[in-house]
Every structure is written in C-alpha cells, then in structure tokens.
T-cell receptor, first 112, second 112 residues
Framework: KAGVTQTPRYLIKTRGQQVTLSCSPI?????VSWYQQTPGQGLQFLFE???????NKGNFPGRFSGRQFSNSRSEMNVSTLELGDSALYLC???????????FGQGTRLTVV | TQLLEQSPQFLSIQEGENLTVYCNSS?????LQWYRQEPGEGPVLLVT?????EVKKLKRLTFQFGDARKDSSLHITAAQPGDTGLYLC????????????FGKGTKLTVNP
C-alpha cells in the first residue's frame, strides 16, 4: 500500500512570505503529526491531528498552524517566514490507536 | 518535559566491526521505537518495543528494552556500509499523551 506522501519535496521562499505544505497519510490512518528537523535541534514535534481535530501541540509560535481534512489529508502553514524556519518538515501517520509512526520523505524548506 | 538522551552522537567505524548505541530517559516509556534516517529522507521505522526486558532482532540488528523501561540499546553486528545513517530513538511516556518524543540521534558512518 502507498506510504505517506508529502508535497512539495523542495521549496524556496523569501523572508516574510507564507508557505503551505501538504501530507497524505497511509490509507486508513487517521492521525497525522508534523515535525520540524534541523541539524541543531533534531526532530521537534509541531502538532498532531486526528479526525480533523488538533490532539497535541508542540512549543512553536502561532505562525505555525495546521489542519486536517475529512479524508485525513493534512496541511501545515507557516506565515511570516523567518530564516530560522529553514528545515526539513516531516509528516507522519499513525493508525487510530497505534503508536508506530510512519514518515513521509519530507519537504525541504529554505528561507532566503 | 520528557527528554531522550542518545549516545554516542557520532560514530565512525570500519566495515565488519560491532557497535552499540544507547537511548536513555529519566521517565518511563510506554513504548519506544527505533528509526533509521538517510540524508534528505524521512525516518524509517525499524522496531517498536513495549515490554520491559524485551529483545528483538532484525537481521544483524538487536534491540533491547531495559527492565525498567527507561532505556534501550541497539546493537549492530558486523556493520556494513549500507548501515550508514542517522539512528533515532523515539518514545511515548507513561501518563503522557501519545506525542512521540525523539532523541537527537546517533550518526553512524561505516567505512568500507
């Protein structure tokens, strides 16, 4: 079965712009989590959505937001981009009650 | 805040050598997962352990979960260049949400 699909794979944006990233989970998975990965901080949890509701949230500013649609696909949005937002953004899907997370290939965001 | 400590941070060895990487926390894990990540890609799940003292094997990889469920180790026998990558442990914690917390990883390089 198809894995987690993230689009786009690469993105270059200018400071102050906003960006929307997309994630399609594994078929049948209802939980989608987002992570930011940087060399210095490792993987940091952004938020998790389950059945269109945000279930958990990490310690990121309000410029980072997300949503989940009825088909479980999820988007995350970052407004007013800063240079420090440059990172690999990873999406992971989980089964309804499982804890095993399956990751997409990520979106590499570069802010210039 | 639950933290995971991984050691060593970097490891460079020759093909054929054995190695062990460690993952520790001061809190009790509900479950713990090991992932391997290659540059520019998302983490790939290797194993999940949930029972204290559990040992799981995946070809040349042996995973152990501590009796108290506060630590885990990954042992690789006769390492090969294809084992090169970033090894990440991640866990959910007792009494917490299902949020997956990651360590910063061990970057393994196996030289031919």
């Amino acid at each position: 079965k198809a894995g987690v699909t993230q689009t786009p794979r690469y993105l270059i944006k200018t400071r102050g712009q906003q960006v929307t990233l997309s994630c399609s989970p594994i078929s049948g998975h209802r939980s989608v989590s987002w992570y930011q990965q940087t060399p210095g901080q490792g993987l940091q949890f952004l938020f998790e959505y389950f059945s269109e509701t945000q279930r958990n949230k990490g310690n990121f500013p309000g410029r980072f937001s997300g949503r989940q649609f009825s088909n479980s696909r999820s988007e995350m949005n970052v407004s007013t981009l800063e240079l420090g937002d440059s990172a690999l953004y990873l999406c992971a899907s989980k089964r309804q009650r499982g804890t095993e997370a399956f990751f997409g290939q990520g979106t590499r965001l570069t802010v210039v | 805040t639950q933290l995971l400590e991984q050691s060593p941070q970097f490891l460079s060895i020759q093909e054929g050598e054995n190695l062990t990487v460690y993952c520790n926390s001061s809190s009790v894990f509900s479950s713990l997962q090991w992932y391997r990540q290659e540059p520019g890609e998302g983490p790939v799940l290797l194993v999940t352990v949930v029972t204290g003292g559990e040992v799981k094997k995946l070809k040349r990889l042996t995973f152990q979960f501590g009796d108290a469920r506060k630590d885990s180790s990954l042992h690789i026998t006769a390492a090969q260049p294809g084992d090169t990558g970033l090894y990440l442990c991640a866990g959910t914690f007792q009494g917490g949400s299902e949020k997956l917390v990651f360590g910063k990883g061990t970057k393994l390089t196996v030289n031919p």
